[in-house]
């Protein structure tokens, strides 16, 4: 599976951003898809995942109730909607498959990297 995930950018702090992850390779549908994030000087951290269906998803305390992730398996793309930005959201956000279709939240889980974005939020 390859994965180009985009767009990232620079945005005020409460506004929002919507990133993109478009995988070609395997057939997409068969595994979760999850998202982290990386600060400079921090370790890769978990923000959420979804289902090979999209009928289930899950997320991080931090992000939980202002980011929102799905997929569209037609389009072999998964998106983060991310909604009231703060700047502690400001990182280098990846992409990733899943070794099977339900997903977790252990990065060591995760077989298939995109890229990253950057996402940076101004105060």
């Known amino acids: 599976v390859q994965l180009q995930a985009s767009g990232g950018g620079l945005v005020q702090a409460g506004g929002s951003l919507r990133l993109s992850c478009a995988a070609s390779?395997?057939?997409?549908?068969?595994?979760?898809m999850g998202w982290f994030r990386q600060a400079p000087g921090k370790e890769r951290y978990f923000v959420g995942y979804?289902?090979?269906?999209?009928?289930?998803?899950y997320y991080s305390d931090s992000v939980k109730g202002r980011f929102t992730i799905s997929r569209d398996n037609v389009k072999n793309t998964v998106y983060l909607q991310m909604n009231s930005l703060k700047v502690e959201d400001t990182a280098v956000y990846y992409c990733?498959?899943?070794?099977?279709?339900?997903?977790?939240?252990?990065?060591?889980?995760?077989?298939?990297w995109g890229q990253g974005t950057q996402v940076t939020v101004s105060s």
């Open positions: 990733a498959a899943h070794s099977n279709k339900y997903g977790s939240s252990s990065y060591t889980e995760f077989n298939y």
């Open positions: 390779g395997r057939a997409f549908a068969r595994n979760a």
């Open positions: 979804i289902n090979w269906s999209g009928g289930s998803t």
